[in-house]
């Protein structure tokens, strides 16, 4: 038995191809499917089932299309209410992938109806846990409905630990959550591998003797989570089909302008630096990298065309973190010769030295600001800023976060609404050295 991981850091997930060296299954697929497909090529093997864990929160399954295009069999729980066919699995089926057994374990908690998969080979194990046992902690149990919180937290422990129950020790173990993802709750390590042994030492689900315990400590410890996750599991149910990842022919300037007068959203993919010191009129900084999808999709209202600004290889790999999320054929454009504007960068040094501390702007979490702030500062999460504009304070605003990134997307967000702003790119615990309190 051998298990390929396919990272996609962008989103904090994994996802998981077990083969035997003929037969492989997928454990929790992206959309982008296309990278499934080309490792399964390399390694020479044929993809005759696919697996779900769970309905996903974060991202957009690609389970349904690429069994579709395999004529693999599609595992997904029993127990959910889906749109398309599907070999229907309840806790204790076996199935035979090759030579691999693989059954199904009930772990709800993360949802109601999560399922793991135990794969054996030779006497060897893999456990494909999705959001149950992660590395050092479990999935969020707050994704389904408020009043399921607790009762789903507790099954949350108790999954955890039959499902270590069930394996040996020196079973290896495959979580999809845990790496970065808002769907995994503290404090999941991100590891870059683990064993249930392992983890029978370290993992708060499994040493925690006192449910009760477990489950206000976990509770408490919640936090935000992106907004876009409400649209989901709705289209994971219904099927999502494969992406469009072509990059479409760019709009010409003239267009973008149109777009820009008319309200629309157009994101730059540049460094927040080059944006700062020059930008055309009207766009908005979210530059590119492991967190863009995550902060358009949080930040931007749901459902609202996007206009891409970039390099071509920023372009491209940004129209493919998109899709994973249901933000699909954005468009491209070019905004040379349009009209240009600029703000201000500065550090805590620069805030320091003032003589009188000006409008202060902290889009951060609650959470996070709750855990220490500057004094006077407003506190508006950068996920609802676009709704709470009015909220800021007149006058001109310094804004901060905790390291510069999501300040800058608010910076740009304020400048575009007519603010004059000063973007605070520094790191939120320096602010102590240079005495703000």
């Not at 398309?84 to 992938?97: C, E, I, Q």
């Not at 020059?278 to 209202?301: K, M, N």
């Not at 520094?426 to 050295?433: F, I, K, L, Q, V």
Request: glycine fraction near 10%; charge should be negative; aromatic fraction near 6%.
């Amino acid at each position: 038995m051998n298990v390929e991981t396919i990272d996609t850091a962008a989103l904090g997930d994994r996802s998981y191809l077990v083969h035997d060296g003929t037969s492989a299954l997928v454990v929790d697929p992206q959309r982008d499917i296309d990278r499934v497909e080309a490792l399964a090529d390399r390694l020479g093997v044929r993809i005759t089932h696919v697996a779900e864990t769970h309905v996903h929160n974060d991202y957009l399954t690609g389970g349904l299309e690429l069994a579709r295009r395999h004529g693999a069999e599609y595992l997904v729980a029993a127990a959910e209410d889906v749109s398309y066919a599907r070999r229907p699995v309840r806790p204790g089926d076996t199935v035979a992938v090759g030579s691999m057994t693989v059954t199904a374990v009930a772990t709800p908690g993360h949802t109601e109806h999560h399922l793991a998969y135990v794969v054996t080979h030779a006497g060897r194990q893999a456990v494909f846990s999705g959001g149950s046992l992660l590395y050092g902690s479990v999935g969020r149990t707050d994704l389904v409905a408020p009043d399921k919180t607790v009762p789903l937290t507790r099954a949350q422990y108790r999954s955890a630990r039959d499902l270590a129950d069930r394996v040996d020790p020196d079973a290896t173990l495959h979580p999809t959550h845990g790496f970065g993802s808002f769907c995994s709750s503290g404090p999941a390590t991100g590891a870059g591998s683990s064993t249930v042994g392992e983890q029978r030492a370290a993992n708060h689900a499994l040493t925690d003797p006192d449910e009760q315990h477990f489950v206000d400590t976990l509770i408490a410890n919640l936090t935000a989570y992106p907004s876009y996750y409400a649209h989901m599991g709705p289209l994971n149910r219904e099927g999502p089909g494969a992406p469009d990842l072509a990059v479409p022919e760019p709009l010409r300037p003239e267009a973008v302008r149109g777009l820009l007068d008319a309200g629309g959203w157009v994101v730059d993919l540049r460094s927040r630096v080059a944006f700062a010191a020059g930008h055309a009129q009207g766009t908005v900084s979210i530059e590119y990298g492991d967190r863009f999808a995550t902060y358009v999709g949080w930040t931007l209202p749901w459902g609202e065309p996007i206009t891409l600004v970039g390099g071509a290889d920023e372009v491209r790999a940004a129209i493919r973190d998109l899709s994973r999320i249901g933000v699909d054929r954005p468009g491209v454009g070019r905004v040379d010769g349009l009209p240009t504007t600029s703000y201000r960068r500065a550090g805590w040094a620069d805030l320091a030295a003032r003589p009188a501390r000006p409008v202060l702007l902290d889009v951060r979490r609650a959470d996070e600001h709750r855990g220490g702030h500057l004094a006077g500062a407003t506190n508006i999460p950068l996920h609802d800023l676009v709704r709470r504009m009015a909220e800021v304070p007149a006058g001109e605003v310094w804004v901060h976060c905790a390291s510069g990134f999501r300040a800058g997307i608010a910076a740009s967000l304020l400048h575009r609404a007519g603010r004059e702003v000063v973007h605070v790119d520094d790191e939120w615990d320096r602010a102590a050295e240079h005495g703000l309190s």
